[in-house]
């Protein structure tokens, strides 16, 4: 099963073409997790999902119907997005902006409701982010104001969410936390999550559903146990490594090739070759 769907996607900018003709199918209550080079079009991929990106070709479908025909606010009462690199007003509170994701509920003659008031203290409690509540969002470190950003996604009650590399520029202790929570929210409520990832082990320790793109097109898609290979890795990235089980979580993980394989010669030993600039 799968609500948000996509057919002969073509993605532009201006006249250079990103994504060629992209069939893809995001399964319903699972996160699936988008990997591959840079430029490849994971993040266009992402924004087009989100109605961001207007298609050159193709479409996007939410239930069957087209997202350019559909009203932006209904939209945005389905699809959560967060983007890479989200800006928040100077010296917004941590509140007041978990509460921005309230507005797509809202109208004229509907403004602020005890389910708005539940939603962003739900939203807020989930990502820890409650005593926070009267803090600039200026103020905080990079994994808090993480939190907050998606505090205010999960404050829109979406059943899809969308996040655009949402580890980038943090630390590894903070990327494992933010990691952690979007499993939380998927598991515990059954939210479908699409996540944009740089790094492929943190991609196959957290998706149920792995897609692998290279220029544009997808190369491979499955449970990361079945798609993630040596052979993908160099196909994809152009790596040479071994693919090996995660000794905690089971997933696969890849462990780079030794950097002088590329230097050995026909019949060698596997020694490493000679640096002509050691002694």
Same mark, same amino acid.
């Given at each position: 099963?799968?609500?948000?769907?996509?057919?002969?996607?073509?993605?532009?900018?201006?006249?250079?073409?990103?994504?060629?003709?992209?069939?893809?199918?995001?399964?319903?209550?699972?996160?699936?997790?988008?990997?591959?080079?840079?430029?490849?079009?994971?993040?266009?991929?992402?924004?087009?999902?989100?109605?961001?990106?207007?298609?050159?070709?193709?479409? #996007? %479908?939410?239930?069957?119907?087209?997202?350019?025909?559909?009203?932006?606010?209904?939209?945005?009462?389905?699809?959560?997005?967060?983007?890479?690199?989200?800006?928040?007003?100077?010296?917004?509170?941590?509140?007041?902006? +978990? $509460?921005?994701?309230?507005?797509?509920?809202?109208? =004229? =003659?509907?403004?602020?409701?005890?389910?708005?008031?539940? $939603?962003?203290?739900? $939203?807020?409690?989930?990502?820890?982010?409650?005593?926070?509540?009267?803090? @600039?969002? *200026?103020?905080?470190?990079?994994?808090?104001?993480?939190?907050? =950003?998606?505090?205010?996604?999960?404050?829109?009650?979406? *059943?899809?969410?969308?996040? *655009?590399?949402?580890?980038?520029?943090?630390?590894?202790?903070?990327?494992?936390?933010?990691?952690?929570?979007?499993?939380? %929210?998927?598991?515990?409520?059954?939210?479908?999550?699409?996540?944009?990832?740089?790094?492929?082990?943190?991609?196959?320790?957290?998706? *149920?559903?792995?897609?692998?793109?290279?220029?544009?097109?997808?190369?491979? /898609?499955?449970?990361?146990?079945? +798609?993630?290979? $040596?052979?993908?890795?160099?196909?994809?990235?152009? %790596? /040479? @490594? +071994?693919?090996?089980?995660?000794?905690?979580?089971?997933?696969?993980?890849? #462990?780079?090739?030794?950097? =002088?394989?590329?230097?050995?010669?026909?019949?060698?030993?596997?020694?490493?070759?000679?640096?002509?600039?050691?002694?």
């Amino acid at each position: 099963m799968s609500r948000l769907t996509a057919r002969e996607l073509t993605l532009a900018y201006e006249e250079r073409t990103v994504v060629h003709e992209l069939d893809l199918a995001v399964p319903d209550g699972k996160v699936t997790v988008i990997v591959g080079p840079n430029a490849c079009g994971k993040s266009t991929t992402l924004r087009a999902l989100g109605r961001l990106l207007k298609p050159k070709g193709g479409a #996007v %479908l939410l239930d069957g119907e087209e997202l350019a025909r559909i009203p932006t606010k209904r939209i945005a009462q389905s699809i959560g997005l967060l983007p890479q690199t989200p800006v928040a007003p100077e010296a917004i509170t941590v509140a007041d902006l +978990v $509460a921005r994701g309230r507005q797509p509920h809202q109208a =004229w =003659w509907r403004q602020w409701s005890e389910e708005d008031e539940r $939603a962003v203290v739900d $939203a807020m409690e989930r990502t820890d982010v409650s005593t926070l509540a009267d803090r @600039s969002v *200026d103020e905080l470190s990079g994994g808090q104001r993480q939190r907050v =950003w998606i505090a205010m996604a999960l404050a829109q009650e979406t *059943d899809l969410l969308l996040l *655009d590399e949402p580890t980038t520029y943090l630390d590894i202790a903070h990327q494992v936390e933010v990691l952690d929570l979007v499993r939380r %929210l998927n598991r515990v409520r059954g939210r479908t999550v699409v996540v944009v990832l740089h790094d492929l082990n943190q991609a196959a320790r957290y998706a *149920d559903h792995l897609i692998a793109m290279k220029a544009g097109r997808v190369v491979a /898609e499955g449970a990361p146990g079945e +798609v993630v290979t $040596a052979e993908l890795v160099r196909e994809v990235f152009g %790596l /040479e @490594s +071994v693919v090996v089980p995660d000794p905690v979580t089971g997933s696969p993980l890849v #462990v780079p090739g030794a950097p =002088w394989a590329a230097e050995e010669t026909p019949g060698s030993t596997g020694a490493p070759a000679p640096d002509p600039l050691l002694p």
